[in-house]
């Protein structure tokens, strides 16, 4: 009975670690985008352990993290510092989060009923012209995508596809993003063209027009995110 206990009491605990380490990580991350930090800005974990509160575990954990997608990198003296990135790399995560979507729309085990984009109400407010407020066609495209992402059809898949669209939703919101030159106001009349397609596709149950909707929509987006190289005056 006490061994139990104690494994449940241990058991409790890494779940909160875990859930402690994702809070840092989704901090650094917005700290990243927005421009708080820098281009090879040197990350210490004992500061950043004193700044969020927390002990040097889930710093470290987070670090790890954000080395795996790409946001920081260990330099050649061992220190960790803010990778070099800039809107090419928000173009690849954008490209490659298109096919996954892409592969989710034609897969059998994904139910299409299960996307907001589907709901009568959008299509009511398609066919009346109603604004979608801040809903832009990129944030409806990050709908569709976190709507898949809520679906058991693949775990594996979705834990990728969730690594890709987090630094994608904040990019698009950050300041760092004009910095960078991108301008979303072009080719705005085709995006949205492709998602009124995607939503008919849909509710049609047709996963290939759906698939190529998708992929029609990342073609149109994609080539902003190559607008310009960024220097470390568009950070100041």
Same mark, same amino acid.
């Given at each position: 009975m006490i061994q139990s206990i104690r494994s449940a009491s241990r058991h409790r605990g890494a779940i909160a670690q875990r859930l402690l380490g994702d809070t840092v990580f989704e901090r650094l991350l917005a700290d990243i985008i927005s421009g708080r930090f820098t281009p090879h800005e040197r990350l210490r974990v004992d500061d950043l352990a004193y700044e969020l509160a927390v002990s040097r575990t889930p710093v470290r954990e987070a670090i790890t993290r954000l080395a795996w997608t790409g946001f920081v990198e260990v330099a050649r003296n061992s220190h960790t510092q803010i990778a070099d990135w800039d809107a090419t790399d928000m173009h690849d995560r954008l490209v490659m989060a298109g096919r996954l979507v892409a592969l989710a729309l034609t897969d059998s085990r994904f139910d299409l009923t299960e996307l907001r984009i589907a709901a009568p109400e959008y299509e009511a407010a398609q066919h009346e012209g109603a604004?979608?407020?801040?809903?832009?066609?990129?944030?409806?495209?990050?709908?569709? %995508?976190?709507?898949?992402?809520?679906?058991?059809?693949?775990?594996?898949?979705?834990?990728?596809? !969730?690594?890709? *669209?987090? /630094? @994608?939703?904040?990019?698009?919101?950050?300041?760092?993003?004009?910095?960078?030159?991108?301008?979303?106001?072009?080719?705005?009349?085709?995006?949205?063209?492709?998602?009124?397609?995607?939503?008919? %596709?849909?509710?049609?149950?047709?996963?290939?027009?759906?698939?190529?909707?998708?992929?029609?929509? !990342?073609?149109? *987006?994609? /080539? @902003?995110?190559?607008?310009?190289?960024?220097?470390?005056?568009?950070?100041?």
């Open positions: 604004p979608r407020g801040a809903h832009t066609d990129i944030q409806l495209f990050l709908e569709v %995508a976190e709507d898949i992402t809520f679906s058991p059809w693949s775990r594996s898949v979705n834990r990728v596809l !969730v690594e890709l *669209l987090h /630094p @994608l939703a904040l990019y698009f919101t950050s300041p760092v993003m004009l910095a960078h030159g991108v301008d979303l106001t072009r080719d705005e009349r085709p995006r949205t063209a492709c998602l009124s397609g995607l939503a008919e %596709a849909v509710r049609a149950g047709d996963r290939d027009s759906a698939k190529r909707q998708v992929l029609d929509y !990342v073609t149109h *987006l994609a /080539p @902003l995110l190559q607008a310009t190289t960024p220097t470390e005056s568009h950070y100041a």
